[in-house]
């Protein structure tokens, strides 16, 4: 058997828009086979009519070189195809087990058989180096730990072949390690893996061969040992991609942000954030880089508002402004790419030109005398998804619902960065992105430090900060650790404070 | 802005038509042709003019508590307390009209402020406890319309006590009463009054905030997402407590329409079923002013055609009763009913290649998720 899983020559049409055309993807047993395409070229299309979710209008699916027709989810099941979501479907205030379990819970007569089903879960958890506890409730787990639960669902299932739906997108440096680890053991006993992503890094990591689409299109199947990340970025983007972000050098003016002493507590009552001091400059780009959940969330929250302070200061351009409204901090020159776009940056049953306007519906010209301008609206909201490419079905009175990931965020950043801001708070300004995308907004947070203003740049991608920024403050456990400067600091210095290795001050 | 109010209405109308079904059945089951009891229902709402301004009449506190419901759930916020705002506003009206010894233009426009603010007043007090300590407004709310009763169950014989009865109040003088004239003359007698106007007037005022102002902006945005609103400069809990007074301002006014417009006095020890029926209304009606104000009046078809139906059949008078309750319970698992047209949709969809959205990645992911 040369491949376990063959879809041949598929194609899949919707209203306007072809989603697959003509593409050719064969996994080979023991092999991690990565799917690389832009938002919106087709890999979701491509997974979902392998796990029965859409039918394909033409072409051929053969598992373990028979042909099969896979008309429903369970169909897939049943063949050993599994699906890790990028959003969990867990049960929090259950245990591992039981969230394994739901669905297919074995039974003792009339009770369910936990202590069966628990002990099936230690060994396979033994076998894959999961390191999964049975009996931990999800809500106390971290993140990285529940996907591997949903891992488990799929092992515990006996599914041969996993498919892994950007896997990395939500998990810090050191747990995508771990993933890549249990990916590793996953195929050394077997298993298949395809892994959707559109991070050339992890590619280069851990796939062995690579398919890459463009716009529904089959650019090619390639070895990823024989090709370098700048072919597969070209394949992907069909153009040259340039990873370097070009910034001149430039002299940083006046002091735009200072933090001092500040100390705030987490959602937990616990401090976050420890008597913090921190300066921002006009025409820099300070990069806060640090491992998610050292008290990065915190500061910005209590530099934009959302947070109080429990001691010391924050001050914009020499004013207080510790005790303003979070309206106030808007209007004098904060903008805010959140970092969760959920939560936070959109609000999703609103359209999109709703969104567009949710930090100056209340001025001219949006709103006169308290009265919605919708035509103003609809204008401005058409500029920004023209500038910022923001695409969206039904334009801007489309759902933001209705977005996808990255057309959602990249309207957060056009509408931030459209403020014209003094500073600008990034906090994973690209998460979910393609390469082009980043690239574009890459280049337009540059752009506003070359404008002399000031941008605080927190990102959990050690990559993109040692890309964009002047200087680098890295935070641990609340604590400012080190300040370094960016062209004479590497990886691996920033990596050791990460991890909470004093440095020091050199900047 | 809006764009999906046409397929909550296709969900209101299957649920009309399934409550209507579940009568006809029941209707069958006691024997009784359903044909001639649903005739005889609609007849005994809309046959006459007269009729036809009593249905009206019976609508009107049914728009103002469903619309009231219908606001505050637009900001997030689950409004129980209809009832007690309503006797609130209607405490202040027929007290107003009890005591001011003034001329019916000049007194009339006085009693319905009077309503409004009283209904504010009791949707004011759980606004702000919701904003300042986070109190549920359902348990508050609730304990409001207790309040209410109670008051108006104390005040009523103290100072307002009826000619014969301690169970309720004087009747309002002619001068207080929102009943016209020429009104009750063009439907040759009917109850309905100058509150049916008002309502009209209600609606297109709420639907103005609510589309078309920054007022309404802001309190949708609070309802949709707290976080993202506050994340964007807008105070929540100021827009909690504004729009549990403008609710609470509703359903005053139907109070205003009820006790001194259908009726022309207060009874003590009643909480007015129309601030619960107003849920009702709000869920048929997909919580848009309009929808409330069809749904109301389908409601008042419905409430004054069963006294017809009882009489001119066998049918009881329940009946009609069971029908509300059974397009509330349809309404109520709209969400089933979408789901199900959804299903049907996609089913569809998949056959011949229909209308799926040109951005379809987001939306597969969501199947893929769904269909695990």
């Known amino acids: 058997m040369e491949y376990v899983v063959e879809m041949l020559k598929i194609r899949k049409e919707f209203p306007g828009v072809v989603a697959n055309d003509n593409i050719t993807l064969q996994l080979k047993p023991g092999e991690i086979h990565a799917l690389l395409g832009e938002n919106g070229a087709g890999k979701s299309t491509l997974m979902s009519i392998l796990f029965g979710l859409y039918p394909p209008d033409q072409g051929t699916i053969k598992v373990r070189g028979q042909e099969v027709k896979i008309s429903d989810p369970n169909v897939a099941n049943d063949l050993g195809i599994g699906m890790v979501h990028q959003h969990f479907k867990l049960v929090h205030n259950f245990t591992v087990t039981e969230n394994i379990m739901l669905g297919m819970e074995m039974t003792k007569g009339l009770v369910i058989d936990h202590k069966t089903a628990a002990e099936r879960i230690r060994q396979l958890s033994q076998r894959y180096g999961l390191n999964v506890d049975p009996d931990a409730k999800i809500e106390d787990i971290s993140v990285g730990m529940q996907q591997r639960v949903e891992i488990m669902k799929m092992l515990y299932r006996d599914a041969e072949v996993l498919i892994f739906d950007e896997p990395t997108s939500v998990l810090t440096p050191q747990e995508i390690q771990d993933l890549m680890a249990i990916m590793r053991n996953l195929v050394k006993e077997g298993k298949s893996i395809i892994l959707i992503t559109h991070k050339l890094k992890e590619i280069k990591a851990i796939a062995d061969r690579c398919t890459v689409i463009r716009r529904g299109r089959l650019v090619g199947t390639v070895d990823v040992a024989t090709t370098s990340e700048e072919e597969l970025a070209r394949m992907m983007v069909g153009r040259e991609v340039s990873f370097a972000v070009e910034k001149t050098d430039r002299p940083p003016g006046d002091v735009v942000l200072k933090v001092e002493n500040l100390s705030a507590y987490d959602n937990r009552r616990i401090m976050a954030l420890k008597d913090f001091s921190l300066e921002v400059r006009s025409g820099e780009i300070l990069g806060l880089a640090g491992v998610d959940g050292n008290g990065q969330t915190e500061l910005v929250e209590v530099i934009t508002g959302l947070r109080k302070a429990e001691s010391g200061r924050v001050l914009l351009k020499g004013v207080d402004i510790t005790g303003h409204s979070i309206r106030e901090r808007i209007r004098m020159g904060i903008a805010h790419i959140p970092s969760d776009r959920h939560k936070h940056g959109l609000i999703l049953d609103y359209t999109l030109q709703e969104n567009m306007i949710l930090k100056v519906y209340d001025q001219t010209p949006y709103a006169e005398k308290g009265l919605l301008n919708r035509e103003a609206i609809a204008e401005y909201t058409n500029r920004l998804m023209t500038e910022f490419d923001v695409r969206a079905g039904q334009g801007a009175s489309a759902l933001a619902r209705s977005l996808s990931g990255g057309n959602q965020q990249k309207a957060i950043v056009g509408r931030e960065i459209d403020l014209n801001p003094e500073l600008l708070l990034a906090v994973q300004p690209t998460r979910g992105l393609d390469v082009g995308a980043i690239e574009y907004i890459h280049r337009r947070i540059v752009e506003q430090r070359d404008k002399g203003k000031a941008v605080l740049l927190v990102s959990l991608e050690l990559d993109e900060i040692l890309n964009l920024a002047d200087r680098i403050a890295v935070i641990y456990n609340g604590e400012l650790v080190g300040l370094v400067d960016a062209k004479t600091t590497n990886e691996h210095e920033i990596g050791l404070m990460m991890a909470g290795g004093q440095r020091g001050e050199t900047a | ?372």
Request: net charge positive; glycine share 12%.
């Open chain 2, 1 to 372: 802005m809006k764009k999906e109010t046409g397929q909550e209405y296709t969900v209101a109308l299957i649920a009309v038509g399934f409550g209507l079904l579940a009568g006809a059945v029941l209707m069958l089951v006691t024997g009784n042709n359903p044909l001639l009891g649903f005739f005889y229902l609609f007849s005994g709402g809309l046959m006459n003019i007269a009729r036809i301004g009593n249905t009206l009449a019976t609508a009107t506190p049914l728009i103002f508590t469903g619309l009231s419901v219908a606001f505050a759930f637009k900001t997030g916020l689950f409004n129980i307390g209809a009832a007690g705002q309503m006797l609130i506003g209607g405490l202040c009206a027929t007290a107003l009209g009890l005591t001011l010894p003034w001329p019916k233009p000049l007194l009339l426009p006085v009693i319905v402020l009077a309503a409004a603010l009283g209904g504010a007043l009791w949707g004011l007090v759980p606004g702000w406890l919701k904003a300042k300590f986070n109190v549920h407004e359902v348990v508050c709310t609730i304990m409001m319309n207790w309040i209410a009763y109670w008051s108006v169950y104390y005040i009523v014989p103290a100072y307002f006590k009826g000619a014969y009865l301690e169970t309720e109040s004087r009747r309002i003088p002619e001068a207080a009463s929102l009943k016209v004239d020429w009104l009750t003359r063009i439907f040759k007698g009917s109850y309905i009054n100058l509150g049916f106007f008002i309502a009209i007037i209600a609606v297109m005022v709420i639907a103005y905030i609510l589309e078309r102002t920054t007022l309404g902006y802001e309190l949708k945005a609070v309802g949709y997402n707290r976080d993202a609103a506050e994340y964007a400069g807008i105070q929540a809990n100021r827009n909690i407590v504004l729009s549990m007074m403008i609710a609470g301002a509703c359903a005053g006014l139907g109070g205003a329409a009820f006790y001194v417009g259908y009726a022309s006095n207060m009874q003590i020890g009643v909480l007015p079923n129309q601030g619960f029926d107003g849920i009702a209304v709000a869920l048929l009606g997909a919580n848009s002013p309009w929808g409330v104000f069809m749904a109301a009046i389908f409601f008042g078809i419905l409430h004054s055609g069963k006294g017809f139906m009882n009489a001119m059949t066998q049918v009881p008078p329940e009946i009609a009763d069971s029908i509300i309750a059974t397009i509330i319970y349809f309404a109520a698992t709209s969400v089933l009913i979408e789901r199900v047209r959804g299903q049907m949709q996609r089913r569809r969809q998949a056959q011949n290649k229909a209308d799926l959205p040109l951005d379809s990645e987001a939306g597969l992911k969501e199947n893929a998720g769904g269909a695990e």
